[in-house]
């Protein structure tokens, strides 16, 4: 048996910054209000043509991989973490491995929307302690800009969203007091259509049908989120998760170095730090930058406070994500 580490961390980000008084220019919104309820200040949308969800992967995982120091022919699997693929079909994870001219390794696609970054983890992990693989790389990335209703009946939503890419290089690690110690994934499917994009589905509206009906009215291509209680079921299933990643390792709240919860609102955040009694050396908070880029929000906010010094060896690292389905998850890291 062994644990898995990460070797390496890269994120990318697109160049066009979209701040909330850009917004207020086509929607009716304005700044206080977004920070208010959000606490974004600005989030980055790609320009059509210069990004994907898959370019913007593939350049996170470039950096991810050059910071491993592993070779790109010692990559064993990809597992790629999206809500938002460039195609229907196929996944994005056989196009990185075009992309990045890796051998023909095994590709998985992972989509558990906000929850998904944390769940791809999770199968690297288990894939490295079975001894199957040694270097598996890890991407969440998203493009939410392209499928959002930027307009005022869409701001609770949009305003919300951006576009972004992280990775990470999980590695073979033979000492067992280091490297990712547990992961902890759940879900309730029971309110999976309070945070949901109905179509295109099979199960409901096809493209077909959305063609067919030619509805200006037609809403159920674009996100809708029950804010409210999302937010009530996010508070309460964030600190569960933490706790049952704690208790599993018999450690303390005080044993925590850093807590990287995904971005999905700074008041969540603010909430969870609270409860816990974390200071904000203890918390790392980018949605203020870049909004929630749900898969890529964890592994963009890792790299950059690995980045910043933050993370340093022998630390006690949480990760924490809540989002549609509703799945949920955390991983306990020594790093």
Same mark, same amino acid.
């Given at each position: 048996m062994y644990h898995s580490k990460i070797a390496g961390l890269g994120f990318y980000v697109p160049s066009n910054i979209v701040s909330n008084d850009d917004l207020s220019k086509i929607i009716d919104t304005n700044d206080e209000w977004i920070q208010e309820r959000t606490g974004i200040q600005e989030r980055r949308h790609i320009i059509r043509g210069e990004d994907t969800t898959t370019t913007m992967g593939v350049k996170a995982a470039a950096i991810a991989i050059e910071r491993s120091g592993v070779a790109k022919e010692d990559i064993d699997f990809i597992i790629f973490a999206t809500l938002s693929p460039d195609y229907y079909f196929p996944g994005p994870g056989v196009l990185v491995q075009r992309d990045l001219g890796l051998r023909t390794i095994g590709a998985l696609d992972v989509r558990n929307q906000c929850s998904g970054f944390i769940y791809a983890l999770s199968v690297a992990d288990q894939y490295i302690k079975t001894g199957m693989y040694k270097n598996v790389l890890v991407i969440g990335s998203e493009v939410h800009s392209a499928g959002l209703d930027m307009t005022t009946r869409g701001r609770g939503v949009s305003v919300i969203f951006g576009d972004g890419a992280g990775a990470a290089v999980l590695s073979r690690e033979e000492d067992l007091t280091k490297g990712i110690l547990s992961t902890h994934l759940h879900?309730? /499917? %029971?309110?999976? +259509?309070?945070?949901?994009?109905?179509?295109?589905?099979? /199960? /409901?509206?096809?493209?077909?049908?959305?063609?067919?009906? =030619?509805? $200006?009215? !037609?809403? &159920?291509?674009? $996100?809708?989120? @029950? /804010?409210?209680?999302?937010?009530? =079921?996010?508070?309460?299933?964030? &600190?569960?998760? #933490? =706790? +049952?990643?704690?208790?599993? @390792? !018999?450690?303390?709240? &005080?044993?925590? !170095?850093?807590?990287?919860?995904?971005?999905? @609102?700074?008041? #969540? &955040?603010?909430? #969870? %730090?609270?409860?816990?009694?974390?200071? !904000? +050396?203890q918390v790392y908070n980018n949605i203020q930058k870049y909004g929630n880029t749900t898969a890529a929000s964890i592994p963009i906010a890792l790299t950059e406070a690995w980045e910043q010094g933050k993370i340093k060896s022998g630390d006690t690292v949480v990760l924490a994500a809540f989002g549609s389905g509703f799945t949920w998850g955390s991983a306990i890291i020594k790093w």
């Open positions: 879900s309730e /499917g %029971q309110h999976a +259509e309070e945070l949901i994009v109905k179509a295109p589905g099979m /199960g /409901g509206r096809w493209v077909t049908d959305i063609l067919a009906d =030619n509805n $200006p009215d !037609d809403e &159920s291509y674009f $996100p809708y989120m @029950n /804010g409210q209680f999302v937010f009530k =079921n996010a508070v309460v299933r964030f &600190s569960e998760v #933490i =706790n +049952e990643g704690l208790q599993a @390792n !018999d450690l303390q709240v &005080s044993d925590i !170095d850093m807590l990287i919860p995904h971005q999905a @609102n700074l008041r #969540i &955040s603010q909430f #969870i %730090q609270k409860k816990f009694g974390l200071t !904000d +050396e």
